[in-house]
């Protein structure tokens, strides 16, 4: 499973030189990790953070309507899990605490570790988890579209179906997330258009009409 990345941007000060970069792509492994991401409060950080960038605790909680002592609780749960990390070179002074994605994508296969049944099952759940979020953005969306006629012309679904080997989808996989990777790591033109965060997800398996 791959999550194309999302522009990011640091809603404070300017790192400053020499401050480390994360890592383009997070393959995840360990089962620790996978639960960590089968919460849906830490699934919801991590998505605030690929959208406005590195973030502190406070900044996390309001964006999610939750308390400072649970955002505090969860991003440790994801620096023990590998998945953020600490960026000291944004906080402007000693009790500012700033957190950082480790990766903007991450990656994992369950044909990695099957042979680890805890990180099998963790897999699992976070994917659950995940797909279940796509689902309720997507009724959200559908529920609210009335209310936003220029994007309501400009939102998107769509269905193929094609005959393919295993080597081919994963192929097909490849030039899609590509796609998106180009449009999400783009330079934001100065245009004086605004623009607001956009989810684009898809999926492909094999199945029968």
């Known amino acids: 499973m791959t999550q ?10 300017t790192p400053q030189d020499g401050a480390p970069e994360p890592q383009e792509v997070r393959t995840v492994t360990e089962a620790k990790a ?21 973030s502190t605790a406070s900044a996390l909680a309001r964006r999610t309507g939750q308390a400072v002592g649970s955002a ?17 070179e944004l906080a402007r002074d000693r009790r500012e605490r700033w957190w950082r ?16 049944a805890a ?11 995940h797909l279940q979020r796509q689902f309720d953005r997507v009724r959200e969306w559908q529920a609210n579209a009335e209310s936003a006629p220029g994007w309501d012309g400009a939102a998107f679904a ?15 996989g490849e030039e899609i997330t590509a796609v998106l990777v180009r449009w999400a790591e783009r330079p934001q033109p100065d245009d004086g258009v605004e623009r607001e965060p956009v989810l684009v997800f898809g999926r492909g ?3 029968q009409p």
């Open 119 to 129: 990180a099998v099952t963790a897999a699992q759940a976070a994917e659950a988890l």
């Open 101 to 116: 994605l480790v990766a903007p994508r991450l990656r994992w296969s369950r044909q990695e570790f099957a042979a680890d």
């Open 72 to 88: 505090s609780h969860h991003l440790k749960v994801l620096h023990d899990a590998g998945l953020v990390a600490e960026a000291p």
């Open 34 to 54: 996978l639960a960590a991401l089968a919460n849906p409060y830490r699934a919801r950080l991590m998505d605030a953070l690929k959208v406005d960038g590195p």
């Open 158 to 172: 769509t269905e193929t179906w094609v005959h393919l080997s295993p080597a081919e989808l994963a192929a097909l």
């Open 4 to 13: 194309p990345p999302v522009p990011t941007g640091p809603t404070g000060p």
């Open 205 to 207: 398996f094999p199945a």
